[in-house]
C-alpha cells in the first residue's frame, strides 16, 4: 500500500460520528484490526527491503575490496564498475554512491515512514475508547445526570 493510500484510508475512518458513539466505540476491534494487518504487511515489506539492501551493500563491499571472482562480477553485473578503484577506507562511501544503493535506502526510509504513520494510527484507534467516554461523561453532566 501506498503512503497516499493508507492516509485517505484513516481520513475517511478518523472521522467519529458524535451522534451514534455506540456503534463508534464496537468498531474500534475492527478498525485496530484493519491497520494492524496493514502495518504487518508493512514491516514484512520493510524487512525484505533492508535484506535487499544489506545483500547488495555486501555485494559492492566485496567487489570493491576486490574479494569476487570475474563470474561473480558478471553474475551480479558490477562489469561497468570495474574500472573504479577505491581505498578500502572509501569503500563504503563509494558503496554509498551507488544508484542502486541509493534507491534501496529511499525505499527502506520510506517504508519506516508508512510503518511510524500506521503505529500512529493504532495508538490513535487504541485512544478512541477514552475518547467517547469522555464525550459520553461531558453529556451526561451537560444534561445534568450523573
Not at 503512503?3 to 484510508?9: D, G, K, R, S, V
Not at 475517511?12 to 494492524?36: A, F, G, R, T
Amino acid at each position: 500500500m501506498t503512503l497516499e493510500e493508507i492516509e485517505n484510508a484513516w481520513m475517511e475512518d478518523v472521522e467519529i460520528n458524535q451522534v451514534k458513539l455506540q456503534d463508534e466505540s464496537l468498531k474500534i476491534p475492527k478498525l485496530h484490526s484493519k491497520y494492524y494487518n496493514i502495518l504487518t504487511r508493512e514491516k514484512i515489506v520493510l524487512f525484505k527491503n533492508k535484506q535487499a539492501l544489506e545483500e547488495k551493500e555486501y555485494i559492492f563491499e566485496q567487489f570493491f575490496l576486490k574479494t569476487l571472482t570475474q563470474e561473480e562480477i558478471i553474475q551480479y553485473g558490477l562489469v561497468e564498475y570495474s574500472s573504479k578503484k577505491y581505498m578500502k577506507s572509501d569503500v563504503h562511501k563509494a558503496i554509498n554512491t551507488i544508484p542502486e544503493i541509493k534507491k534501496l535506502k529511499e525505499k527502506v526510509g520510506l517504508q519506516n515512514i508508512k510503518i511510524d504513520f500506521l503505529e500512529s494510527i493504532i495508538k490513535q484507534i487504541n485512544n478512541r475508547n477514552w475518547l467517547i467516554r469522555d464525550v459520553i461523561e461531558i453529556r451526561k453532566f451537560e444534561n445534568g445526570s450523573n
